[in-house]
């Protein structure tokens, strides 16, 4: 029950407010504040739903789904990135 509770409340990070798991922190908050899930959570709970095989899916469940892709689709580009400076240039 302390775990759902202090999950609620909001984290400070370098003076800025952050949004939690249940909130979206797309215009709110002052300038300095950085973003928990760069995905939009609306979204990623709509697609979830779209899938018949899941009735019901908590915000807890939707933020980290949406961590989760994020951070793997960053993981993905940067190997990527790597792997094209590797690639030695070509003259046509």
């Known amino acids: 029950m302390a775990a759902a509770a202090a999950a609620a409340v ?5 003076g800025a ?5 249940g909130e979206e922190a797309a215009g709110a908050g002052p300038p300095g504040s950085v973003r928990l899930a760069r995905l939009p959570l609306a979204r990623v709970k709509a697609l979830v ?4 095989d899941v009735s019901l899916a908590s915000q807890e469940a939707v933020f980290v789904l949406a961590r989760a892709t994020s ?3 960053s993981i993905l580009t940067l190997c990527f990135m790597s792997s094209l400076k590797s690639i030695k240039p070509t003259v046509a």
């Open 10 to 14: 909001p984290v400070l990070v370098a």
């Open 17 to 21: 407010e952050v949004a939690g798991p």
């Open 49 to 52: 739903k779209a899938d018949p």
């Open 71 to 73: 951070t793997y689709s």
